[in-house]
């Protein structure tokens, strides 16, 4: 059985839908759901599944230690961020090579970096006229939204498009390419 570890900081839907996904599979189980904030809906939603959650905060990324022991405790075959905004650590990047999937709510390179995520892209797109969007899953490397993009789906923006109906299309496309994607890198 393979192990997915989320890392995840909000409400948690991406990381629910993961979970939900792969509790019927037979090759592959979320094993843990790690979270740098408390009161982050997620945690429900994983305790919910009966997934544990392991609570850190950021001296925990950016020295050797606590997460790291976490982590070889859950011996993941691929660390899923859904919606975790930090920048993943260098040693962890490097110890995980190739195994670390993060979605982004663009078709990258575009609107990739620092700063956009969420409504950050989705106004962005809407306030340069942009015909099609989508959603990108890709490896992390050492900066932000630049790792080998692993899937891409996209859409048409119609003309008379809100931020509301442009993050609710986004969200169903999240549903439905994370969890491929994930079964993509642990070729099940």
Sequence with gaps: ??????????????????????????????????????????????????????????????????????????????????GFLWLFPDRLVKKYENRILNIHPALLPAYGG????GEHVHRAVLQNGDNIHGVTVHKVNEKYDEGEIVLQESFSVAS?????????????????????????ILDI
């Excluded at 620092?114 to 995520?117: F, T, W």
């Design 114 to 117: 620092k700063g956009m995520y």
């Design 160 to 184: 008379d498009e809100t931020l509301a109906t442009l993050t609710e299309k986004i969200h169903q496309l999240e549903f439905f390419i994370f969890p491929r994607a994930i079964s993509k």
């Design 1 to 82: 059985m393979k192990s997915i570890v989320i890392f995840a900081s909000g409400s948690g839907t991406n990381a629910e839908n993961i979970i939900r996904h792969f509790a019927e599979c037979p090759k592959a189980r979320v094993t843990a759901v790690f979270c740098n904030k408390p009161e982050a809906r997620v945690i429900a939603r994983a305790k919910q599944w009966g997934v544990p959650v392991v609570l850190f905060h950021k001296e925990h990324c950016l020295h050797q230690g606590f997460l790291d022991e976490q982590l070889e405790h859950y011996r993941p075959d691929i660390i899923v961020l859904a």
